[in-house]
């Protein structure tokens, strides 16, 4: 069965840090791209930043500067590191990730979401 499963999350102060992991298990031919979207109360789900299985990346301009994604094909992993968080950073983010199942097929997974919650 393949599924992601994210860590990290939790409680912080203003301008802390934190970092998120999110690991693919399973079977599986390849990882495409992989991202981390998130979700604040009454609101809908954003893109926060993905990597394409080469490196690119790419950010929410919300998150610019402030957060890093990276990958480690190595262990099927991809994190985000977020520093100088801020309140509205707040709510609980998702890892996705587009898993080629066989060499002409893929499909999108998600993580079951981890909470995020920054303290003024």
């Known amino acids: 069965q393949v599924q992601l499963v994210e860590s990290g999350g939790g409680l912080v102060q203003a301008g802390g840090s934190l970092r998120l992991s999110c690991a693919a298990s399973?079977?599986?031919?390849?990882?495409?791209?992989m991202g981390w979207y998130r979700q604040a109360p009454g609101k809908q789900r954003e893109l926060v930043a993905v990597?394409?299985?080469?490196?690119?990346?790419n950010y929410a301009d919300s998150v610019k500067g402030r957060f890093t994604i990276s990958r480690d094909n190595t262990k099927n992993t991809v994190y985000l590191h977020m520093n100088s968080l801020k309140p509205e950073d707040t709510a609980v983010y998702y890892c996705?990730?587009?898993?080629?199942?066989?060499?002409?097929?893929?499909?999108?997974?998600w993580g079951q979401g981890t909470q995020v919650t920054v303290s003024s």
């Open positions: 996705n990730a587009d898993l080629g199942l066989t060499r002409w097929y893929s499909e999108d997974y």
């Open positions: 399973g079977s599986f031919f390849s990882i495409n791209n």
């Open positions: 990597i394409t299985s080469g490196g690119i990346t």
